[in-house]
C-alpha cells in the first residue's frame, strides 16, 4: 500500500505529504472531518496518533493535543474504529502509537485489529530496533508496514540496520529533541545523514520534527522522499471543531503542498 504512494509521487516528480493528526483532539468527529479535508487537499499518507499519558517524542502542541483528546476518552479502540470508518475515503493511515498502549491491548491483537480497520502500518517510536522484532512480526505477517525512526545521533551502523528492518518508510527525525513547530531542521547534519542513508537502502525517507513552512519543504526537495508536518498543523486549528477545524486545515496544507514538486 505504502510503496504506491511513494512510487506515485516519484513519477510525478515530487515529495510525498505526510500530515499527522492527534485522534480525538477534541473530538473523533472533528477527526474525521480534518482526515477527510487533507486527504482532499492532497495528503499522501496520514500519521494518526493514539494519545498517550507520557508521549516521550512529543513536544509541547501534540502532548496538549493528546490531553485534550484523553479527557475526551479517546482509546485505542476508538481511534482502530475511526480509521475503520475513513478506510474507503482517506489517504491511507499509518498509526503513531507507544509501544504501552500497545502491549496493553495485547500485540498480536494490536495486529489483527489494525489490519481489520485497514490501516497501513504503524509507528511506535520507543521501541528500541532490538525489542521490535515481535511487533513487526505481528504486523508483518498481516502485510502492514512499520516505519523505524533514524536520530541524528543515531550512528551510521545503527542507521543502516534500523533502515533494513524498516518498512514502508524510515523515519528521518531532523533535529535532536521532540516535535514541535519552534526549531527548524538542522539542515547541514541532516543532508549528511540523508546521504548516508541513501548509501545503504533504497527505501523511502521521510523527514519529519520542525518541518512547518513551504520553504523547508523546498529545502527537502533533493533530499528526502516524503515530508512529515504535524505540530505546526496542529497548531493550526487548535480551538476549533468540525468543518472550522477542516477549513483551516485545508488552508494551512495549501502552501505546503505546492511546494512538493521537485524542481
Known amino acids: 500500500m505504502l510503496g504506491a504512494v511513494f512510487e506515485r509521487a516519484r513519477r510525478e516528480k515530487r515529495l510525498a505529504f505526510i500530515p499527522y493528526v492527534m485522534a480525538g483532539d477534541p473530538d473523533l468527529e472533528t477527526t474525521e472531518a480534518i482526515l477527510l479535508a487533507l486527504t482532499a ?6 500519521e494518526l496518533g493514539v494519545p498517550y499519558s507520557d508521549p516521550l517524542a512529543d513536544g509541547p502542541t501534540i502532548a496538549a493535543a493528546g490531553q485534550r483528546a484523553l479527557r475526551g476518552a479517546t482509546h485505542l479502540r476508538g481511534v482502530l474504529a475511526l480509521a475503520s ?21 495485547g500485540v498480536e ?11 497501513a502500518g504503524a509507528i511506535v517510536p520507543d ?12 504486523l508483518g505477517a498481516r502485510e502492514l508496514a512499520m516505519p523505524l525512526l533514524v536520530a541524528p545521533s543515531t550512528p551510521d551502523q545503527r542507521a543502516a540496520r534500523i533502515a533494513d528492518a524498516a518498512t514502508g518508510f524510515v ?12 526549531l527548524a531542521p538542522d539542515f547541514a547534519p541532516l543532508r549528511r545523514q540523508l546521504a548516508s ?6 527505501k523511502p525517507l521521510a523527514v519529519g520534527f520542525g518541518v512547518t513552512s513551504p520553504q523547508d519543504v523546498r529545502n527537502l526537495g533533493s533530499l528526502a522522499d516524503a515530508v512529515v508536518v504535524g505540530s505546526a498543523l496542529i497548531d493550526s486549528y487548535a480551538g476549533t471543531r468540525a468543518q472550522s477545524a477542516a477549513a483551516r486545515v485545508r488552508d494551512f496544507v495549501a502552501p505546503l503542498i505546492a511546494a512538493l514538486p521537485i524542481s
Do not use: H, M, W
Open 127 to 138: 521501541v528500541a530496533l532490538e525489542e521490535s522484532a515481535e511487533l513487526r512480526g505481528a
Open 197 to 202: 542513508l541513501r548509501e545503504v537502502t533504497k
Open 41 to 46: 487537499a492532497g495528503a499522501d499518507i496520514i
Open 85 to 105: 470508518q475513513c478506510r474507503e475515503s482517506c489517504a491511507p493511515i499509518v498509526l503513531f502509537t507507544y509501544y504501552n498502549p500497545v502491549y496493553q491491548f
Open 171 to 182: 523515519y528521518v527525525v531532523s533535529r535532536l529533541g521532540v516535535t514541535g513547530a519552534g
Open 109 to 119: 491483537r494490536f495486529a489483527r485489529d489494525a489490519a481489520a480497520a485497514g490501516v
